[in-house]
């Protein structure tokens, strides 16, 4: 036992006085504490609960299937081809091309594929890396709406800019559009939107998306849309940014395999915007991953040429399993907020004990044999009370999974 302590101490005296960006980037993402030691992120300490009590894991939104099997044996195909040493920096010309077909076909946007996209590891090193490529100094803002996806803050805090938070709030999670222009001003280096977007599922209206152009413009910001959940949005088609009058010379694109084929551990992931954008944002990227996943990007390739029917399928059969999940939680008790997009469901626990969705997250999985995550973990400590009560379950799990799930939150509930 004294050892052990003595490890502890000694790592906590090491973790205290050890300089560097890490203390920065920890401290963004809200897992920094006073003593110099770093928490695990909540997705960490769910998924831990999950395996230590066998409860469901709505927690982490990765699919429990594989998507289609084109896309599967296209990337063992290509292992099998020889497609094993280091693709060219930018990225495979087959996938550069698929994804400039993509966003022709989608939406009607024209892209260089020689100059005016990069492949990337996932969305996540596309997002860090322009960040990183554009941030100039402290003094340069990034505008996101809050709550966000958890590596914004983080990143943001690396590249070395302030994070400027507009509040998203429920039911329908749009901002103030007022709220909005008030938060950005000529130290906006960077406005970055997510849409559909995680965590709240919101989609958001064509007013809002022509303020951050017109905003931008005003101002003088680059905008980067994270795109990842563009074919899973329920209602409407998915509606990029560049696409509105004026955007394109200014806003970088991202998106991702992921989630789209349910091929998240792949880590493809994509970038794209006008070429000087893309050469700030791939002399970064060359020096952080290089390259990667040689086998897996043809087999994108391949996947982003499939017909249409796969995409709007993907889309129905998602919108079908947060139905399901919906009727679990509101049997429970939980006020839903439906999604218009994305893997998840936001629901109010207020009524039913959740009060502090926190503390009521933690105890979720004896409870109720379920883990999922408070709206708490993606919002900036400051902000945090604006969100108690608010709890999102990933609803990307098979049907029986969810359904399963739905029934033991309803009897929780009872
Ligand atoms: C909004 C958002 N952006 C980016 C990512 C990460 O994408 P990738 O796995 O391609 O890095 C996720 C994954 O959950 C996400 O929800």
């Excluded at 003593?35 to 230590?52: K, L, N, Q, Y």
């Excluded at 983080?154 to 007022?178: C, E, I, S």
């Excluded at 709220?179 to 965590?199: E, G, Q, W």
Aim: charged share 20%; with cysteine.
């Amino acid at each position: 036992m004294a050892k052990v302590s003595f490890r502890y101490g000694l790592s906590l005296f090491f973790m205290s006085v050890i300089p560097g960006a890490w203390r920065r980037t920890a401290a963004g993402a809200g897992l920094l504490a006073a003593d110099g030691t770093v928490a695990p992120t909540i997705f960490a300490e769910m998924s831990a609960a999950a395996a230590r009590t066998g409860a469901i894991n709505l927690g982490q939104g990765f699919p429990d299937e594989d998507g289609p099997v084109e896309v599967l044996e296209a990337a063992r195909a290509a292992i099998a081809g020889g497609a094993n040493q280091y693709p060219p920096g930018r990225g495979v010309p087959d996938l550069l091309a698929a994804i400039s077909e993509h966003q022709r076909r989608f939406y009607g946007l024209d892209i260089d594929p020689d100059r005016e996209v990069i492949v990337t590891a996932g969305a996540t090193e596309a997002l860090t890396a322009a960040l990183l490529a554009l941030i100039d100094g402290p003094d340069d803002e990034v505008v996101v709406f809050e709550p966000y996806y958890d590596s914004y803050a983080a990143a943001v805090a690396l590249a070395g800019a302030k994070l400027v938070t507009v509040p998203l709030r429920a039911p329908g999670f749009q901002p103030d559009l007022d709220r909005f222009a008030a938060s950005v001003s000529d130290r906006t280096r960077i406005i970055l939107v997510n849409d559909p977007h995680n965590p709240t599922g919101a989609v958001f209206g064509a007013e809002v998306l022509t303020e951050v152009v017109r905003l931008a413009q005003r101002h003088d910001a680059v905008i980067i849309t994270d795109e990842v959940y563009e074919h899973l949005a329920f209602h409407a088609p998915h509606m990029p940014i560049a696409t509105l009058p004026g955007a394109a010379e200014r806003t970088l694109t991202i998106s991702s395999a992921g989630k789209t084929f349910s091929t998240t551990g792949w880590k493809i992931g994509w970038i794209h915007g006008p070429a000087a954008l893309i050469t700030a944002v791939l002399t970064v990227k060359q020096y952080l991953t290089y390259v990667n996943g040689s086998p897996f990007q043809p087999a994108i390739a391949a996947g982003l040429r499939l017909p249409d029917a796969y995409f709007a399928d993907a889309a129905a059969a998602l919108s079908r399993k947060h139905e399901i999940l919906g009727a679990g939680l509101r049997a429970a008790g939980f006020t839903v907020l439906p999604p218009q997009g994305g893997y998840f469901t936001v629901a109010d626990a207020t009524d039913i004990g959740g009060a502090d969705s926190a503390a009521f997250c933690r105890a979720l999985p004896e409870a109720a044999g379920v883990v999922a995550i408070p709206l708490s973990a993606f919002v900036s400590e400051a902000h945090r009370d604006a969100y108690t009560g608010l709890v999102r379950f990933a609803a990307c799990k098979r049907v029986e999974v969810l359904e399963e799930a739905a029934a033991r939150l309803a009897a929780f509930g009872r």
